[in-house]
């Protein structure tokens, strides 16, 4: 399936690196969002972007940026990372129509911080 | 945003019904329920959603009781490729958040 893409699909960084994850879905929707998923446990909701509006920042730190230029890119921009935030991030899409509820996940980019 | 409780585990045989239930007791009146399955390093794939009553698509089937306090996953028949994790989520606008899930094995 390829509506959600994500680049790079893995990525080893060192904690004085600055990097950044591309996330690009052809579905025309217009909401747009980032999870992080460690290890064993769930995802947790990074950004919300709606009409290319951030609407959700859940106390994520700022070492973590995201930037949506248009409905269709998302990017989450990566510096001074530590290594517990090593974990596979995932981007996803959603069309908001009331009684639609079904957001479409892109592969993910495995990180390795080392 | 409703707390959701789900078994963390199941272990079913191949070509058995499996009936997934999850809690979700301080569910808001205008929140869907939204069921997603997820394979190990890939992201999470909807499943099936619905309000009340009985939902039935192509993969699966919920069951939402009138109080809405649960809502149970049915998935007839499964085989070796349903081994997934199944998370349900009470979704109102744009908030997704997923729990720990329920952790489907499915045996030989």
């Known amino acids: 399936e390829t509506g959600v893409t994500q680049t790079p699909r893995h990525l080893v960084m060192g904690m004085t690196n600055k990097k950044s994850l591309k996330c690009e879905q052809h579905?025309?929707?217009?909401?747009m969002y980032w999870y992080k998923q460690s290890a064993k446990k769930p995802l947790e909701l990074m950004f919300v972007y709606s009409l290319e509006e951030r609407v959700e920042n859940n106390s994520v730190p700022s070492r973590f940026s995201p930037e949506c230029p248009n409905s269709s890119h998302l990017f989450l921009h990566l510096h001074t990372l530590q290594p517990e935030d090593s974990a596979l991030y995932l981007c996803?899409?959603?069309?908001?129509?009331?009684?639609?509820?079904?957001?479409?996940f892109g592969p993910g980019t495995r990180l390795t911080v080392t | 945003l409703a707390k959701t409780t789900q078994p963390i585990s199941m272990d079913s045989y191949e070509g058995q019904e499996v009936n997934i239930t999850c809690s979700h007791n301080?569910?808001?009146?205008?929140?869907?329920i939204t069921w997603y399955q997820q394979f190990p390093s890939q992201g999470p794939r909807f499943i099936i959603q619905?309000?009340?009553t009985k939902v039935t698509n192509e993969v699966a089937s919920l069951f939402i009781p009138a109080d809405r306090k649960s809502s149970t996953l049915s998935l007839p028949r499964v085989s070796l490729s349903d081994t997934a994790v199944y998370y349900c989520l009470p979704y109102t606008g744009n908030q997704f958040y997923f729990g720990t899930g329920t952790s489907l094995t499915v045996i030989p």
């Open positions: 301080n569910i808001a009146t205008n929140d869907y």
């Open positions: 579905l025309g929707h217009n909401a």
């Open positions: 996803a899409s959603s069309q908001f129509v009331a009684g639609t509820y079904e957001q479409y």
């Open positions: 619905g309000y009340k």
